[in-house]
């Protein structure tokens, strides 16, 4: 909690101080959620990602009816031993098949979840490492219109604290280069 107001109010104070030693800023802001959100390559990874959830879900099901399968087959061995014609040969022949068909759902169960919670895994690291690429892209796109407009500040006027409070509250008389921003990232989409 301390850290975060020092960090706000230590630039306040870089703020006041350049402010102080130049007669004018040169400020602009951007919205970099709708620079994330608008880029064509975020429509991309985003459309990859739910293809590939989709294969995760029906490898999922197909394992899911196996067991459904043997669920069924337990039942109606249960169903059979419950027979009080049924001979005690037999009783054993399906206690054993039982047990059999038990241990092997319980086996592709155990299978499944992992199978799940890998893949799963995996396509995070994937997502996470795609955004973070792009979010990569466009900052270096925000740093190279500072340098080329010569501004001292861009702040994201997206940005929120962590407390829900936006990081600009109010900015006069300042540029805003989302727009422009986002023709220059998006000029090679299809």
């Known amino acids: 909690m301390k850290l975060p107001i020092f960090s706000l109010l230590a630039g306040l104070f870089l703020l006041s101080s350049v402010a102080q ?10 919205s970099m959620e709708r620079l994330f959100n608008e880029y064509h390559q975020t429509t991309k990874v985003q459309r990859d990602i739910n293809i ?3 294969r995760i879900q029906k490898d999922n099901n197909n394992r899911l009816a196996s067991i459904r399968e ?16 049924l001979g005690e040969k037999q009783r054993r022949a399906l206690g054993d098949e039982s047990r059999e068909l038990s241990q092997d ?14 893949r799963n895994r995996a396509l995070s690291e994937k997502m996470r490492k795609q ?3 792009i979010l990569v892209t466009i900052q270096r796109s925000v740093s190279e219109r500072a340098k080329e407009g010569n501004y ?8 929120n604290s962590n407390q829900g409070i936006p990081f600009v509250l109010h ?20």
Request: aromatic share 4%; glycine share 6%.
């Open 21 to 30: 030693g130049q007669s004018s800023l040169k400020i602009a802001t951007v």
């Open 52 to 54: 590939e959830r989709a």
């Open 70 to 85: 043997i669920d069924s087959k337990l039942q109606k061995i249960r169903e059979q031993l419950v027979d009080k014609e």
């Open 105 to 118: 759902g319980k086996s592709k169960e155990r299978e499944r979840t992992e199978f799940l919670e890998r």
């Open 131 to 133: 955004m973070r690429g």
């Open 152 to 159: 001292d500040f861009i702040f994201d006027a997206s940005g």
């Open 171 to 190: 900015a006069r008389d300042t540029t805003d280069l989302t727009d422009s921003l986002l023709e220059e990232i998006n000029k090679d989409a299809e």
